[in-house]
Structure formats: C-alpha cells, structure tokens
C-alpha cells in the first residue's frame, strides 16, 4: 500500500503555526514511508476564503520546502462530484430531505437545552419528509442509530464514540452546496487517503465522517489527531502570543530550516535529541511518538535553534536567505562586499536575519549618524590624529586584506605607544558610525579600501566641525 497524506487547509487567512505543523507531519509521514503528500484547498466557505489567502498558504508551504505530489486541488472545482455523491448517497437511502424550518430546529434546541440534553436533530423527516411547499429543503445523512464508532487515533489510542451520540448531519444546504463533512469525506475517498493527519480540533467530526465513508463502501483511513499548541500563559496559540503566521517568522528573521526544526519538535520527540536535520527528521518521525497532552509555543528555543543554523548552515545557503532581507531595505547587495563573507563575520554575533541585516547595512550604504555616546567617546580632537596616521598608512596599501590591515592597525598603535583600544575604537566608529562591530580587520577588509579612506575622512572632517 502507498501511504497517501494530505494537507487540506481552509483559505481564510495566513498559513499559521499550528496549520505548518500538521503539513510538516504529513509531508514527513509520506515522505518516510515513500508515500506521496497531497495538497488540498478548502475553499467552499466562498465568503471566508480568499485568493490572497491561497496565495498566502502556497508562499509558506515553498518557503518551508513542504512540496506537494500532487495538488494543489480546489474544492470548488469539485462540486459536481459532490453533487454526484449526494445524489448516490439519496438514491441508497443513506441520505433524506429535511424540510424542518429553522424556527423548529431551533425550538427543538432551546427544549433540549432547557432538559439538559445534547442539542441534536431528532429525526423528524428520516422516517418521512414532511414536505413544505416552497422551501426548499436540506439533506441529511441517515446516521446508523445503533453500534459505535471506534477510532484507532494513531496518536490517541482507541475512541469509541456510539452511534446514538450522532445525530443525522446536514450534508447539503438549501441551496444545494455540499457541507464541510461531505466534501472531506468525499475528496479523502476520491484522492485515496490513507493517513489523515490533522488537528484535534477535528475530532468530533471523524466518527461522522468514518460513518459516510462506510455508508459509501469506501476505504476508512487511519487517523491521527494531534494535539493543540498553546501559547505561553497555556491558553491556546492565537495572535496575542506574537507572530502566528509562518511568514512573520521569515520576515523576522528566521531560516526556514529552524523553524521545521522548532515545528517538528511541537509535540513529537526522539529521545532527548533538539536539532534534527530534514533528513533526520524523515528518518526518525513517526505518528507513536507524537504527544498527546499539547504543546506550548516558545519563541526563545525558536531563537537558539535559528542562531544554531545560521551558525552551521552554510555561509551561501544563509547569504541567500540574508539577500532577500537586505533587499527589504532596499539596498543592492552588489554594492558592497560578497553576501558570504559578510554571514560568516557576523554569523556569531547575530540570531536572526533581521538582525545580522541591520548589523550590515552599513557595508553597503553610508550611515546617516553617528551613534550619540560611540562618538561622544571615540571622535575626539585626539582621536583625529589617530585617524590621520591611520588614513595615510592605510592609503599606500596595495594588497587590501585581514592579516595586512591587522598588522598595520597593531604597528601603528605600538609606534604611537598606544593601547590597541585607543586605535581600534575611533576606527570602528569611524567607518561603522558605532562601536559594536566584527573584528576590525575583517570588518575593514569587507568594508573595501575606498569605503574605508572616505569614511576616516568624514569623520575627521566631523571631529573639525565640534571645535
Ligand atoms: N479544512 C480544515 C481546516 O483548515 C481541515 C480539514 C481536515 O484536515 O480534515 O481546519
């Protein structure tokens, strides 16, 4: 058997957290068992969906890296078939028109609240319809009344769920559209799921939906529920927490690879181990490991684990992702030194994209002003003279490199009898405008010689101007 998954989301939004987490388990799922990984679009709630928000889910799925074999399919290409299986499902006798009116069902409800009972359709119109002249009618599916339901949830065990709990579901609508169970049930049929990983907020709709299934001589997939992702104070993961949305991370900063890594391990563990690669991940995931209790959001371990691998990734593959941000600022990154030597001066020192773009820009275009206290301290009357000296060794050099700068900056303090300090501070603050910075060398080496002479003459010019 092909292990077939899908990830099925509803267009009405972002592609969020907890939506990549149930499509990297899919994806991971048949991507280890050879399978094959579908993508469905459930756009049926035509008020709701949204083709920014398809957009918007396909952009986070390529950022990811979660390819699809197959899709992405629309289920509003689909609603002939729909009809076709509802039309199955009447001529059975699996399925009857209701002509209850809204006033009734809702009075039946208000009874049934006020006894203390589970609202449910009592079954007026399953034996007989009572036909209303001129309104037209839903129909319903003929829910068996007895026996149960049992889900073999791969992640929660066993969930016996009895048939008299149902109650007889709509599954179309007066106007004749087909409702959210129906169209599930009919495309995992159609599309041969085998595997239907989602969120546990499904629940209750497996046992309606396995009963459909049934009812249509198909094959009942597996099924694996996976539990909730709560934020921080332990209520359940929504926009107060913070970022939500899986292209805020990348805007923020983050490479996609930190993020699966952070995904993966909401809610699934292998031993003690944190960093998994995409490799090892697909090697070691499995639907028994994934927890059943839910999982928090933590937004620092999501910041260590992007520093671990803008740290060990390679220095191009980060340099790429370190493009687009710096692109964001409207600067050409070919206007200043190679992207990768860049990642690997800063890598250490920053733990987001964001960060080491904003620590770079100023290889790439002038900045405005100098930190208030950096030059308070640093561009001074005295300074200037180190600039000077500096200036003038620095223009005879020929060969523009990190050992050479390195050694000029070293001889000339000692030649002047002064701390490395009292040199490489001014100089820092002299062509990055602050003091926090790589090592000067290399921070000079990247800068170019030209950058650099203009910028000690900018500030000696600048230290004039406060006499
Ligand atoms: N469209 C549903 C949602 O976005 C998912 C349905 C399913 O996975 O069965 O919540």
Same mark, same amino acid.
Request: charged share 25%.
């Given at each position: 058997?092909?292990?077939?998954?899908?990830?099925?989301?509803?267009?009405?939004?972002?592609?969020?957290?907890?939506?990549?987490?149930?499509?990297?388990?899919?994806?991971?799922?048949?991507?280890?068992?050879?399978?094959?990984?579908?993508?469905?679009?459930?756009?049926?709630?035509?008020?709701?969906?949204?083709?920014?928000?398809?957009?918007?889910?396909?952009?986070?799925?390529?950022?990811?890296?979660?390819?699809?074999?197959?899709?992405?399919?629309?289920?509003?290409?689909?609603?002939?078939?729909?009809?076709?299986?509802?039309?199955?499902?009447?001529?059975?006798?699996?399925?009857?028109?209701?002509?209850?009116?809204?006033?009734?069902?809702?009075?039946?409800?208000?009874?049934?609240?006020?006894?203390?009972?589970?609202?449910?359709?009592?079954?007026?119109?399953?034996?007989?319809?009572?036909? @209303?002249?001129?309104? !037209?009618?839903?129909?319903?599916?003929?829910?068996?009344? +007895? $026996?149960?339901? /049992?889900? *073999?949830?791969? =992640?929660?065990?066993?969930?016996? @769920?009895?048939?008299? !709990?149902?109650?007889?579901?709509?599954?179309?609508?007066? +106007? $004749?559209?087909? /409702?959210? *169970?129906?169209? =599930?049930?009919?495309?995992?049929?159609?599309?041969?799921?085998?595997?239907?990983?989602?969120?546990?907020?499904?629940?209750?709709?497996?046992?309606?939906?396995?009963?459909?299934?049934?009812?249509?001589?198909?094959?009942?997939?597996?099924?694996?529920?996976?539990?909730?992702?709560?934020?921080?104070?332990?209520?359940?993961?929504?926009?107060?927490?913070?970022?939500?949305?899986?292209?805020?991370?990348?805007?923020?900063?983050?490479?996609?690879?930190?993020?699966?890594?952070?995904?993966?391990?909401?809610?699934?563990?292998?031993?003690?181990?944190?960093?998994?690669?995409?490799?090892?991940?697909?090697?070691?995931?499995?639907?028994?490991?994934?927890?059943?209790?839910?999982?928090?959001?933590?937004?620092?371990?999501?910041?260590?684990?992007?520093?671990?691998?803008?740290?060990?990734?390679?220095?191009?593959?980060?340099?790429?992702?370190?493009?687009?941000?710096?692109?964001?600022?409207?600067?050409?990154?070919?206007?200043?030194?190679?992207?990768?030597?860049?990642?690997?001066?800063?890598?250490?020192?920053?733990?987001?994209?964001?960060?080491?773009?904003?620590?770079?820009?100023?290889?790439?275009?002038?900045?405005?002003?100098?930190?208030?206290?950096?030059?308070?301290?640093?561009?001074?009357?005295?300074?200037?003279?180190?600039?000077?000296?500096?200036?003038?060794?620095?223009?005879?050099?020929?060969?523009?490199?990190?050992?050479?700068?390195?050694?000029?900056?070293?001889?000339?303090?000692?030649?002047?009898?002064?701390?490395?300090?009292?040199?490489?501070?001014?100089?820092?603050?002299?062509?990055?405008?602050?003091?926090?910075?790589?090592?000067?060398?290399?921070?000079?080496?990247?800068?170019?010689?030209?950058?650099?002479?203009?910028?000690?003459?900018?500030?000696?010019?600048?230290?004039?101007?406060?006499?």
């Amino acid at each position: 058997m092909t292990i077939r998954t899908r990830f099925a989301p509803s267009p009405t939004g972002y592609l969020h957290i907890g939506g990549a987490r149930t499509a990297l388990f899919s994806w991971l799922y048949a991507r280890k068992h050879g399978g094959k990984f579908i993508l469905r679009i459930e756009d049926t709630d035509l008020e709701r969906s949204s083709q920014e928000s398809v957009n918007a889910i396909l952009e986070g799925m390529t950022w990811l890296g979660l390819e699809y074999d197959e899709g992405p399919f629309y289920q509003t290409h689909r609603f002939d078939r729909y009809k076709e299986v509802i039309q199955q499902l009447l001529n059975q006798g699996d399925a009857y028109y209701c002509y209850c009116s809204k006033e009734e069902l809702e009075q039946l409800r208000n009874e049934q609240m006020a006894n203390k009972e589970k609202p449910r359709y009592n079954g007026k119109c399953r034996q007989e319809s009572y036909f @209303v002249e001129g309104q !037209e009618p839903v129909i319903r599916f003929k829910n068996p009344e +007895d $026996g149960a339901v /049992t889900i *073999n949830d791969l =992640v929660k065990g066993d969930i016996v @769920v009895a048939n008299k !709990e149902l109650d007889d579901l709509i599954i179309a609508r007066s +106007d $004749g559209t087909p /409702t959210y *169970n129906l169209t =599930v049930v009919v495309d995992d049929m159609d599309m041969g799921v085998t595997h239907v990983i989602r969120g546990d907020d499904h629940i209750n709709n497996t046992p309606r939906q396995m009963n459909i299934l049934k009812a249509l001589g198909a094959n009942v997939p597996e099924y694996a529920h996976l539990p909730m992702i709560l934020g921080s104070d332990g209520a359940r993961l929504s926009k107060r927490h913070g970022a939500v949305s899986v292209m805020q991370y990348r805007d923020d900063g983050f490479l996609p690879e930190a993020l699966l890594n952070y995904l993966v391990r909401l809610g699934w563990s292998h031993g003690d181990q944190e960093i998994f690669s995409l490799d090892e991940m697909v090697e070691f995931f499995d639907l028994e490991q994934v927890n059943v209790s839910a999982s928090s959001f933590n937004r620092e371990k999501l910041v260590w684990l992007n520093h671990h691998y803008i740290m060990t990734s390679d220095p191009a593959h980060v340099a790429r992702h370190l493009s687009w941000h710096i692109g964001q600022k409207e600067i050409d990154p070919t206007d200043g030194p190679d992207l990768v030597e860049v990642v690997k001066v800063q890598r250490e020192r920053c733990k987001t994209l964001v960060e080491m773009a904003e620590a770079s820009l100023y290889f790439y275009k002038e900045f405005e002003a100098y930190e208030e206290k950096a030059a308070k301290k640093n561009l001074t009357t005295e300074a200037a003279l180190v600039l000077q000296g500096l200036h003038e060794r620095f223009s005879s050099v020929e060969d523009w490199r990190s050992d050479k700068l390195h050694q000029i900056v070293q001889a000339f303090a000692e030649d002047r009898q002064l701390n490395l300090g009292k040199v490489a501070q001014p100089l820092r603050v002299a062509v990055m405008g602050s003091s926090v910075s790589p090592a000067i060398d290399a921070t000079l080496t990247l800068l170019g010689k030209q950058k650099t002479l203009a910028r000690i003459e900018r500030a000696i010019a600048y230290i004039k101007t406060l006499n």
